[in-house]
């Protein structure tokens, strides 16, 4: 990892999310909540359509991490607010921007501030890492 | 509602959990890594979640209406594969806003009496 400084802008990467993204986190996760995978009963209960798992949204972001950091062991500290749903239709690929601002670093480690969004809309909010470095 | 005399109450876990390879890969593979077994750094919801739910619905709370609101985790030693977990579930609050109930849950994810990972989910159980 090249050397990070206070103020430094992050490439942003895309990370794609699908129906089968959903149902392949919902398996690996556990999380079987049926308004992740299924439109007729997201809709009955009041959502616009199918969306994602908050952790699935999260854990893209961790990838955009351990990836800044250089491996996942160097993730001190993950936070985030879950803000907007991420909305997934059917047979649409969802497009999830994330990047990020080095705001602090010590000798040891660097704190990030991220940023995602889809279709232009913050769908985290707060986000931020400790990395070690 | 959630009984007031919960909050700040420690429930420890009674299972423990041995991580597997193939849990970290499936779940890393879902996240767009392929071939590894080093945990993501949520991986640690795989296991603090389904304590928090089993938790929160033994004390009357309905899990059919609830929205993640905020997480956090701190990470002290990366889960890897064949480490036994006990997890320990706090109430850290419980307040109701407009209705909605929003708990926070700490959860301590140990391995041999060490914290290796501490998970905070704030919920909300929409009215």
Same mark, same amino acid.
């Given at each position: 990892?090249?050397?990070?400084?206070? *103020?430094?802008?992050?490439?942003?990467?895309?990370?794609?999310?699908?129906?089968?993204?959903?149902?392949?986190?919902?398996?690996?996760?556990?999380?079987?909540?049926?308004?992740?995978?299924?439109?007729?009963?997201?809709?009955?209960?009041?959502?616009?359509?199918?969306?994602?798992? *908050?952790?699935?949204?999260? *854990? $893209?972001?961790?990838?955009?991490?351990?990836?800044?950091?250089?491996?996942?062991?160097? +993730?001190?500290?993950?936070?985030?607010?879950?803000?907007?749903?991420?909305?997934?239709?059917?047979?649409?690929?969802?497009? $999830?921007? +994330?990047?990020?601002?080095?705001?602090?670093?010590?000798?040891?480690?660097?704190?990030?501030?991220?940023?995602?969004?889809?279709?232009?809309?913050?769908?985290? *909010?707060?986000?931020?890492?400790?990395? +070690?470095? | 509602? @959630?009984?007031?005399?919960?909050?700040?109450?420690?429930?420890?876990?009674? &299972?423990?959990?041995?991580?597997?390879?193939? =849990? /970290?890969?499936?779940?890393? @593979?879902?996240?767009?890594?392929?071939?590894? &077994?080093?945990?993501?750094? &949520?991986?640690?919801?795989? /296991?603090?979640?389904?304590?928090?739910? %089993? @938790?929160?619905?033994?004390? !009357?709370?309905?899990?059919?209406?609830?929205?993640?609101?905020?997480?956090?985790?701190? /990470?002290?030693?990366? @889960? #890897?594969?064949?480490?036994?977990? #006990?997890?320990? %579930?706090? /109430?850290? =609050?419980?307040?109701?806003?407009? !209705?909605?109930?929003?708990? &926070?849950?700490?959860?301590?994810?140990?391995?041999?009496?060490?914290?290796?990972?501490? %998970?905070? %989910? #704030?919920?909300?159980?929409?009215?």
């Amino acid at each position: 990892m090249s050397t990070l400084k206070v *103020g430094d802008v992050l490439p942003t990467k895309t990370y794609k999310i699908n129906r089968a993204s959903l149902i392949a986190y919902a398996n690996a996760s556990g999380d079987q909540n049926p308004i992740h995978q299924d439109e007729a009963f997201a809709k009955s209960v009041g959502l616009e359509n199918v969306i994602a798992h *908050g952790m699935y949204t999260m *854990g $893209l972001v961790g990838q955009y991490i351990s990836n800044v950091a250089g491996s996942s062991s160097k +993730v001190a500290e993950f936070s985030t607010r879950f803000t907007k749903p991420v909305v997934v239709p059917a047979d649409v690929d969802v497009e $999830l921007h +994330v990047s990020a601002t080095v705001v602090e670093v010590s000798e040891t480690s660097a704190r990030l501030e991220v940023t995602a969004l889809c279709n232009d809309v913050k769908v985290l *909010g707060m986000t931020k890492a400790v990395i +070690v470095i | 509602m @959630l009984n007031p005399d919960l909050v700040g109450r420690t429930f420890e876990g009674v &299972t423990s959990t041995t991580i597997s390879a193939e =849990s /970290i890969a499936a779940f890393a @593979l879902a996240l767009g890594e392929p071939e590894t &077994t080093l945990a993501p750094p &949520t991986f640690a919801i795989t /296991i603090s979640l389904e304590q928090s739910q %089993s @938790l929160l619905e033994g004390s !009357g709370l309905d899990w059919n209406r609830v929205v993640h609101g905020d997480q956090k985790f701190v /990470i002290n030693k990366q @889960l #890897t594969p064949g480490m036994v977990i #006990t997890c320990n %579930s706090t /109430i850290e =609050s419980a307040r109701v806003v407009a !209705g909605n109930e929003i708990v &926070t849950v700490r959860s301590d994810l140990l391995e041999s009496g060490n914290v290796a990972v501490i %998970s905070w %989910s #704030t919920l909300v159980f929409r009215a």
